[in-house]
């Protein structure tokens, strides 16, 4: 019998966890590297899409998010009074026994994932920063340790502190000039469903429930500049109906987490030798549709089911390739002239449409 192959994973976000949880399951010995010393606990929502809560159910965590956060049918759009005048409905991908789609907190996804994957057998390594993925897999440590892999998987996004240098070509991505500023409230009663609120005066802001108590809410400003408390507040405040009632719970106090808008791909190859970039590393999504969650997933699924075959890592990497590349660029490409249009609308601009072209093209497994 051939000894099991070693893989390690730079990062412990959804791609990295994710992926952790695939390759271990695949029978391979999996160590993560995540710089922080300690989990993230970031007040973030995340819309759990059709596709997402599929995979979710394919890695056996989908009863498990649904006890967690709060299901839903799809996506609501209302005008700043509350009026809806479009609805983006979700088809059941993960079968009729779970719901179309879901909210939840992020950290909450993070944590199923992580203890699912240490039950697999991984081990994650918190508070050690790799600063260099060599051509054969060897991850250098800040402390200048050598931990020699037969693959690497770096998950961090271009740009980041916490991206070690590799024979990667670099890459940087588009920056819109838009901020998400996120966090949790208590859930107004009527928020059943994620709510896309639209108005030609405000900024728009999206509401998604993520349990029986409290609801995700993101405010898009268009500018680069951060905004104050105060201006948040105006921005919710105007709005009326279900905003209007959130307005009083985001304080001076209140947990913000900003996320600029930024998108882009890895131009050529995703691997050279033996290091493999995937998730943000390799595809960085806008926050629209909620694809920016689903797609790392899909990587790890992906990769997961070709070490199942144990082919050469060339093979492997190739035929890793063959599967994703096209797919994320025609996720890229829909949910990128979202967010322009998000800054620039047009005579052309056409959310719903966009999301129509969307459903097709994630209805079928990776």
């Known amino acids: 019998m051939s000894p099991a192959l070693r893989i390690g994973i730079v990062g412990a976000g959804l791609a990295g966890l994710a992926t952790a949880l695939t390759a271990s399951s695949a029978g391979a010995v999996v160590d993560v590297f995540d710089a922080p010393a300690a989990a993230s606990s970031k007040a973030t929502h995340l819309h759990v899409t059709a596709n997402l809560l599929r995979e979710l159910n394919t890695l056996g965590l989908a009863d498990s998010c649904v006890r967690k956060g709060f299901p839903y049918k799809g996506m609501v759009v209302t005008d700043a009074h509350g009026r809806a005048y479009a609805e983006l409905p979700s088809p059941r991908l993960a079968g009729e026994r779970l719901p179309p789609a879901l909210g939840m907190v992020h950290g909450d996804l993070l944590g199923l994932l992580r203890q699912a994957a240490v039950d697999r057998g991984a081990t994650l390594h ?41 024979s990667l070509v670099a890459w940087e991505p588009e920056v819109l000039p838009q901020l998400w500023c996120q966090t949790l409230v208590p859930r107004p009663v009527a928020l059943d469903r994620a709510t896309l609120v639209l108005s030609h005066d405000h ?7 993520v349990d029986t108590r409290r609801a995700g809410v993101a405010v898009m400003w268009n500018e680069r500049e951060r905004p104050s408390t105060a201006d948040i507040r105006h921005v919710l405040a105007a709005h009326g109906g279900i905003v209007e009632s959130v307005a009083r719970h985001w304080g001076a106090m209140t947990p913000v987490t900003e996320r600029p808008v930024r998108f882009g791909m890895q131009p050529g190859p995703w691997h050279s030798q033996r290091v493999l970039r995937i998730g943000p590393g390799a595809l960085m999504l806008p926050p629209h549709f909620g694809q920016q969650a689903a797609q790392p997933v899909e990587d790890a699924l992906v990769l997961g089911d070709l ?35 998000n800054v620039r609308p047009d005579a052309s601009t056409d959310l719903l449409a966009l999301a129509e072209r969307l459903v097709p093209l994630v209805a079928r497994p990776a």
């Open 203 to 209: 900024p728009k802001v999206l509401l998604v429930p």
């Open 126 to 166: 918190q508070g050690t920063t790799i600063v260099d993925a060599l051509p054969d897999a060897t991850l250098v440590t800040q402390a200048g340790e050598h931990h020699p892999m037969d693959l690497a998987v770096l998950t961090n996004g271009p740009g980041s502190a916490r991206t070690p240098r590799s």
């Open 307 to 341: 070490l199942r075959t144990g082919m050469p890592h060339d093979e492997l990497l190739h035929a890793f390739e063959a599967r994703r590349l096209e797919r994320a660029r025609q996720v890229l490409d829909i949910t990128s002239q979202a967010a322009r249009w």
